[in-house]
């Protein structure tokens, strides 16, 4: 079965760095999303991306965070200058419609 | 705002125990309505989902969820758990209707220990 992947799987970087965590959603997905979760916490909607658009960002999403679809396949989330409090684990998600499929995400550990 | 609620936050069951998690959102339009499941070190995968029909709905490994629209609710059920349903458990929902990008809404995550 089809997966959406997500690089690296454990990123430390030093705080006020950029980082920038990779997905692959499955081929054929047409929705592209970020979700994060900070520990102990529930899982919180970043982005929604369309058509090569952001289609909705929630307020966590500030200016600091970009996504990018550069190549067709892959689907990036960039984090311009880290705090600590952007530690947590980010998933990536898509779908065709309906039902999303999800990797197995990245932890971002910020120093 | 919409948000979902998941009444247990910890349930510790013994095996072939029943299970029941609870889950309430708060939206007053048509909704789809999921369940995922986290095993440990994994990622989320679906359990089973509602979009319309009948509201009892069957996913995976044996567990079942109710949509009850009167109480807001997607309750989930197994009737008899085992030791490898240890794992998180979120309920979540998609808006829909105009402006809605079908993001998902989670709940907290209840985290299911099953004693064998």
């Known amino acids: 079965e089809p997966e959406v992947t997500q690089t690296p799987s454990h990123q430390v970087t030093q705080m006020g760095q950029e980082v920038i965590l990779r997905c692959v959603p499955i081929?054929?997905?047409?929705?592209f999303y970020w979700y994060r979760q900070i520990l102990g916490q529930k899982v919180e909607f970043l982005v929604s991306f369309y058509n090569n658009e952001i289609s909705e960002k929630s307020e966590i999403f500030d200016d600091q965070f970009s996504v990018e679809r550069p190549d067709g396949s892959n689907f990036t989330l960039k984090i311009r200058s880290t705090k600590l409090e952007d530690s947590a684990m980010y998933f990536c998600?898509?779908?065709?419609?309906?039902?999303?499929?999800f990797g197995d995400g990245t932890r971002l550990s910020i120093l | 705002a919409q948000s979902v609620s998941q009444h247990n936050h910890h349930v510790i069951l013994s095996e072939a125990a029943s299970l029941e998690l609870g889950c309430n959102y708060s939206y007053g339009g048509t909704v789809n309505l999921f369940w995922y499941v986290q095993y440990p070190g994994q990622h989320l995968q679906l359990l089973l989902k509602?979009?319309?029909?009948?509201?009892l709905v069957k996913g995976i490994k044996g567990f079942e969820a109710e949509f009850i629209k009167s109480k807001f609710s997607f309750n989930l059920r197994k009737p008899s758990v085992q030791w490898s349903d240890t794992a998180e458990y979120f309920c979540?929902?998609?808006?829909?209707?105009?402006?809605?990008?079908?993001?998902?809404?989670f709940g907290q995550g209840t985290t299911l220990q099953v004693k064998p």
């Open positions: 998600a898509s779908s065709v419609k309906g039902p999303q499929h």
């Open positions: 081929s054929n997905h047409l929705y």
């Open positions: 979540a929902v998609i808006p829909l209707g105009s402006g809605n990008t079908g993001k998902l809404i």
């Open positions: 509602y979009f319309s029909g009948d509201p």
